[in-house]
C-alpha cells in the first residue's frame, strides 16, 4: 500500500463524492490513512476503468454485470488475492454510501459476493530463532541498539501490528503494571501484557532519553534525530537485525506477531485470549495460527512416531 501510483483523472463530480466518502469513512469508521489513501487509488481506477471500458456509462448507470466486469479486470492482472478483495471492498462500500446520499437509486452490488481472501499460512519463527533475534541488540551497548532491543521485544512480547508500534507513548506502557495500551484498527482500545524482557529493555531504552515514564505526548520510540519513529524506520530495524542475526527466513515486524500468537497456542493458550491479544475482530482470523500449530506437530509426528 506504501507504494501505490497516482491516480488517475476522474470529473470534478466524482472527485467530490470520492472525497465526501472519504471523509465519512474517517469520521465514522475511524479509517487510518492507509485506508483512505488505498481506498481513494482504489475507487479511482474503477471510475477510469467505466470511462475507459464503458464510455458513456456513469456511475448511476453501473449495473452488476459491469461490477463482474471489473472484477474479471482485476483477476487477470498480476495482482495479490488480498489486493483484488481491498479494492471490491472499497468499491462495494462506497456504492452502499452512494445509496445512501441518494447518488444511486439501488445498489448494483446488492447479491454480489466479494472475492474470496486467499489464507496463507504465515512465516513463523521458531523459539530459538526468536530468542536469537531479540536478544542480537544486547552485544552493542549503544543507545540505538538499547532502542532496538526494547523495540523487538515489545514486537514478539505482546504481538503489536508494526503501525500500532510507532504510535505508542511513553504514557502508554504501564512498566509496573506490565501492560501496554494499544489503539489498534478502528481506534480500538485493547490492553495487552508485556512479559519482563520487555519491560527491562523499555526502562533502559527510557533512562538513556532521560524518560522516567507516563508522559502522554512523548512517542515511545524515536529516531536518531529524536523524531517519532516511522513505519518504515521499524521495518529497517528488524530488517537489520535480522541481517546480524543470519536469519534465513523472510522476516519483517509482522513475523513476530505470527510467531507470538503461534508459540502461545504452542504453549497452551486458549484461542479466544490470543484473539483478544491480536486485536482480530473474527475468530476465524485468529484460528490461521492454529493451522501452523498442526503443522508444526504434524512434522514432530512424522519425525519422531516410529509408525508414522
Known amino acids: 500500500?506504501?507504494?501505490?501510483?497516482?491516480?488517475?483523472?476522474?470529473?470534478?463530480?466524482?472527485?467530490?463524492?470520492?472525497?465526501?466518502?472519504?471523509?465519512?469513512?474517517?469520521?465514522?469508521?475511524?479509517?487510518?490513512?492507509?485506508?483512505?489513501?488505498?481506498?481513494?487509488?482504489?475507487?479511482?481506477?474503477?471510475?477510469?476503468?467505466?470511462?475507459?471500458?464503458?464510455?458513456?456509462?456513469?456511475?448511476?448507470?453501473?449495473?452488476?454485470?459491469?461490477?463482474?466486469?471489473?472484477?474479471?479486470?482485476?483477476?487477470?492482472?498480476?495482482?495479490?488475492?488480498?489486493?483484488?478483495?481491498?479494492?471490491?471492498?472499497?468499491?462495494?462500500?462506497?456504492?452502499?454510501?452512494?445509496?445512501?446520499?441518494?447518488?444511486?437509486?439501488?445498489?448494483?452490488?446488492?447479491?454480489?459476493?466479494?472475492?474470496?481472501?486467499?489464507?496463507?499460512?504465515?512465516?513463523?519463527?521458531?523459539?530459538?530463532?526468536?530468542?536469537?533475534?531479540v536478544e542480537q541488540p544486547r552485544r552493542d551497548a549503544t543507545h540505538l541498539a538499547h532502542r532496538d532491543q526494547a523495540l523487538l521485544e515489545l514486537l514478539y512480547s505482546s504481538g503489536l501490528r508494526v503501525h500500532e508500534l510507532v504510535q505508542l507513548n511513553s504514557g502508554d506502557v504501564d512498566l509496573w503494571e506490565g501492560v501496554v495500551?494499544?489503539?489498534?484498527?478502528?481506534?480500538?482500545?485493547?490492553?495487552?501484557?508485556?512479559?519482563?524482557?520487555?519491560?527491562?529493555?523499555?526502562?533502559r531504552s527510557l533512562s538513556d532519553r532521560g524518560i522516567r515514564g507516563g508522559e502522554r505526548a512523548v512517542p515511545l520510540f524515536v529516531n536518531r534525530w529524536g523524531r517519532r519513529l516511522s513505519e518504515r524506520g521499524a521495518r529497517n530495524v528488524v530488517g537489520r537485525w535480522v541481517e546480524r542475526a543470519a536469519l534465513t527466513k523472510r522476516v519483517s515486524p509482522h513475523t513476530l506477531r505470527h510467531s507470538f500468537a503461534t508459540h502461545l497456542l504452542d504453549r497452551g493458550c486458549d484461542l479466544r485470549s490470543v484473539q483478544e491479544m491480536l486485536g482480530h475482530q473474527s475468530l476465524a482470523t485468529t484460528q490461521l495460527y492454529t493451522h501452523v500449530t498442526t503443522e508444526r506437530l504434524r512434522r514432530i509426528y512424522h519425525q519422531a512416531h516410529p509408525r508414522a
Open 181 to 203: 495500551r494499544i489503539f489498534g484498527k478502528g481506534r480500538k482500545e485493547r490492553l495487552v501484557p508485556m512479559g519482563e524482557p520487555a519491560i527491562q529493555a523499555l526502562r
Open 1 to 133: 500500500m506504501a507504494n501505490i501510483p497516482p491516480t488517475p483523472p476522474i470529473s470534478v463530480e466524482l472527485r467530490q463524492r470520492l472525497e465526501r466518502f472519504l471523509l465519512v469513512l474517517r469520521a465514522e469508521r475511524l479509517a487510518s490513512p492507509h485506508t483512505l489513501r488505498a481506498y481513494r487509488h482504489d475507487l479511482c481506477e474503477f471510475f477510469e476503468f467505466l470511462h475507459r471500458v464503458h464510455p458513456g456509462v456513469t456511475l448511476s448507470d453501473c449495473s452488476r454485470l459491469i461490477l463482474r466486469d471489473f472484477l474479471a479486470h482485476l483477476r487477470q492482472r498480476p495482482l495479490r488475492r488480498s489486493t483484488i478483495v481491498r479494492k471490491a471492498a472499497a468499491l462495494r462500500s462506497f456504492l452502499k454510501y452512494a445509496v445512501r446520499e441518494g447518488y444511486l437509486s439501488k445498489n448494483p452490488w446488492l447479491g454480489l459476493p466479494l472475492p474470496k481472501q486467499e489464507r496463507r499460512i504465515p512465516v513463523v519463527l521458531s523459539e530459538q530463532e526468536t530468542r536469537t533475534l
